[in-house]
């Protein structure tokens, strides 16, 4: 059925300057695309923009990328129903591995000159394994793609009142346009552009709304109030306002075990595997100068990283006390009035929006959440085209071709991407939290992905055989779990614990199958390992020979240790 054209009744009210700061915004988006295109001459160019970008630019459109449908939403979300612990994703589940991807990670990959994770694999592991994760990355890709894209029509359907079916292809169209024209370059500044536009638009939200509740002191008093009034059916309000033991996060009612399960499951699994195995976020910090500013690419995206919460998280918990349908349906109710017919949590920040901001400001929130889903989807499309054209259709199906015919078909790959990111968009709609989907997918590809990674990176003696049987077994393993808890009532964990407990299950068993098919197989000879392993690597080759004459704040090391002192002190405060 084809959808009509006609605007229905839309969710918030918008005039002709939120119009207005809409097309200025599109305008620069666009113009930025045909820019960048007249730089764009060979595949490098294209696929990793020449490696000439500065540490600022990259580090920015590091955290822009990510700063997506899960960061907006998601995060929002999860902040209206459990609040604080919601904090976790950051200061715990990010924070630590991406320092951890740019003092230790980043030489392996910017020295090596690959242009994909996938080729990495290739060089470590041999064709099998780097068969398997790019197989397995590109279709994640596709399917995150087509999460960004859900949310970003849905929001387009609730604000603007233009039917689903058209936001989907109208959205898929600019961001489509941008990449093809510019490439990565394009995708990098458009993600540093929507850095600014984000921050501009969700910092007068929380602001905002912070005052309309009394402050923060305000915000927790009414919290504890709507918890105290319902109580099993609204978290306690100890659990809302510490961000430790987290259980309404983890979903153990042991307060132990729900520290384990987040820091193990969440902080180091999940979080590793998803920051230093991730194209998306990776394939940024390849495009800096030099290996210096490869390494301070994550480094540098901690710092806005570390406060991403405040102008997520606590919108989410401000529209938990101040908008009616949210705190209804936090107490158990039913409300009509969301963005898909019922009210969901999905909606906080849609719904507080429409109740704090004036239009102008109401224009610019708007323009900031269609930026954060078209950064998120620019980043997923960005790197499946390059997985697509280098590590599948130019290893395995169409070899020794010119610079040139890789260059055009990166550029299908990305108008083929966009097109199935409109039809994966329908999967992410049938699930009802997507955050839920996300850690899912995440524990299937990315966890055991980080297992078979760590383990060669400082293993020599793991074997070919052994990456890709790690890999495949670790995501069977995943799989089977979860599987088993959503079909076969193995056990139940609520919140984020299943998504834990599969990437746990993945990182464990990859692990064991690794190192027990290693033992009976033939590991590769020591000189092919340089730049792989880490005890195979000089030193000379994983750093920068003129780091020393940087002032010391400017060099990795001290810049990553002033990140971790901060979110120590943030996870010590709340």
Excluded at 156 to 163: K, S
Excluded at 200 to 224: C, N, Y
Aim: hydrophobic share 55%.
């Amino acid at each position: 059925m084809v959808p009509h054209l006609v605007m229905a009744d839309t969710l918030i009210k918008a005039n002709t300057a939120d119009y207005l700061i809409l097309a200025i915004y599109f305008c620069f988006v666009l113009g930025i695309g045909f820019m960048v295109k007249r730089n764009v001459s060979d595949s490098a160019d294209f696929f990793l923009s020449g490696r000439s970008l500065p540490a600022w630019v990259t580090g920015l459109a590091f955290i822009s990328a990510n700063l997506g449908a899960v960061e907006i939403m998601g995060m929002s979300a999860t902040g209206a129903e459990i609040g604080l612990p919601t904090t976790h994703y950051f200061w715990i589940g990010a924070i630590p591995a991406m320092l951890f991807l740019g003092v230790v990670m980043m030489p392996f990959y910017y020295g090596s000159k690959v242009r994909s994770v996938p080729e990495f694999m290739l060089r470590r592991f041999g064709k099998p394994a780097h068969l398997v994760n790019s197989l397995s990355f590109a279709l994640a890709q596709l399917l995150i793609a087509g999460v960004n894209l859900y949310l970003l029509g849905s929001i387009v359907h609730a604000l603007l009142g233009l039917p689903m079916g058209v936001t989907l292809v109208v959205a898929a169209a600019i961001v489509l346009s941008y990449i093809t024209l510019g490439g990565l370059s394009a995708a990098i500044y458009n993600e540093v552009l929507q850095f600014f536009v984000i921050v501009a638009s969700l910092l007068p939200l929380t602001l905002i709304g912070l005052h309309r509740v009394g402050g923060w002191k305000g915000m927790e008093d009414k919290i504890t109030a709507a918890a105290d009034a319902h109580p099993g059916v609204i978290t306690p309000a100890h659990q809302q306002l510490d961000s430790w033991p987290g259980q309404a996060l983890s979903g153990f009612d042991n307060s132990f075990w729900s520290v384990i399960g987040i820091t193990f499951g969440l902080g180091f699994v999940l979080s590793f595997g998803y920051w230093t195995t991730n194209f998306v976020e990776v394939q940024r910090a390849m495009a800096s100068e030099s290996i210096t500013a490869a390494r301070k690419t994550p480094i540098i995206g901690a710092f806005p990283k570390m406060f991403v919460p405040f102008l997520t998280i606590v919108p989410g918990m401000i529209a938990a006390v101040l908008v009616t349908e949210i705190a209804d349906l936090k107490a158990g109710g039913h409300p009509t009035g969301g963005a898909s017919g019922d009210v969901k949590y999905n909606d906080a920040m849609l719904l507080l929006m429409r109740d704090v901001l004036p239009n102008g400001l109401l224009g610019l929130a708007i323009t900031g959440l269609l930026a954060a889903f078209m950064a998120g989807m620019a980043a997923n499309i960005s790197a499946f085209n390059t997985v697509f054209s280098y590590d599948l259709y130019g290893d395995y199906l169409v070899k020794g071709k010119p610079d040139e015919h890789y260059l055009k078909v990166g550029r299908l790959a990305t108008v083929a991407a966009t097109v199935i990111a409109i039809f994966t968009a329908s999967i992410a709609g049938s699930f009802s939290n997507v955050m839920d989907y996300l850690q899912t997918l995440f524990g299937f590809f990315n966890a055991p992905l980080f297992a078979t990674f760590i383990l060669g990176m400082f293993w020599k003696r793991m074997t070919p055989t052994a990456g890709w049987v790690g890999l495949v077994s670790g995501t069977i393993a995943a799989v089977t779990l979860w599987a088993g808890s959503k079909f076969g009532d193995w056990f139940t964990l609520p919140g984020q614990g299943l998504a834990f407990a599969a990437a746990s299950t993945a990182f464990v068993v990859d692990i064991v199958l690794s190192v027990a098919v290693s033992m009976v197989t033939q590991p590769k000879p020591d000189k092919e390992l340089v730049g792989l392993v880490y005890s195979e690597t000089p030193k000379e080759m994983r750093t920068d020979p003129d780091e020393h004459t940087l002032p010391l704040f400017s060099r990795p090391l001290p810049l990553a240790g002033v990140a971790l002192a901060m979110v120590v002190v943030l996870n010590a405060i709340f």
